[in-house]
């Protein structure tokens, strides 16, 4: 999947480095809720959150991401808009995920967006850089190789629906 982009104008971010050039565990205001999260960029942008200031441990089900989702993707802190990723730890080389996809919605899996998870997940000390990470669709194995810098994704491609337009 190549290289992580972490210096926060590529993203792009509003939000000031603070991490080097990065983004990382930096408070986002969200309908008055502070989150915190990391941006990365895979070649598109993504704002990984593990938790917010009232609930530092997500419970992924439980959110709504209908309502909170499109508040991330329009916030003033992404002039490109963003993906969002909300994350639950089940151990450090275990991840769930659900995510808001800009211009999309929620989706049942984003192969970008597990990637900037784990990315996330090491810059924030919750993981190793050999990760499960559970999507609606169905797990991906990804690793952020310390070697050569890149991110390898591994998991299968299935059949979700068929269909057919009339043109
Ligand atoms: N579906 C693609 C990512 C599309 C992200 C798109 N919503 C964007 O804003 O670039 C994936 O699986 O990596």
Redesign the pocket.
């Known amino acids: 999947m190549g290289e992580p982009i972490l210096k926060a104008s590529d993203v792009p971010t509003r939000l000031s480095p603070n991490k080097g050039q990065s983004v990382v565990k930096s408070g986002l205001v969200v309908d008055g809720v502070t989150w915190d999260v990391t941006c990365v960029s895979m070649g ?2 993504h704002c990984v959150t593990f938790g917010n200031k009232e609930n530092q441990s997500l419970q992924v089900d439980e959110l709504n991401l209908a309502e909170i989702g499109p508040k991330f993707e329009h916030h003033e802190m992404f002039p490109a808009r963003t ?1 969002t990723e909300f994350v639950q730890v089940f151990s450090s080389s275990h991840l769930k995920m659900r995510v808001w ?4 919605g929620a ?1 049942l ?5 597990a990637c900037a998870v784990v990315v996330a997940a090491v810059l924030e000390g919750h993981a190793g850089r050999n990760c499960t990470v559970d999507l609606p669709g169905g797990p991906l194995e990804i690793e952020w190789r310390e070697e050569d810098n890149h991110i390898y994704m591994t998991g299968p491609a299935e059949v979700v629906f068929y269909g057919s337009v009339p043109l």
């Open positions: 598109n942008p993906n996809e800009r211009g999309a989706t899996a984003c192969g970008t967006g």
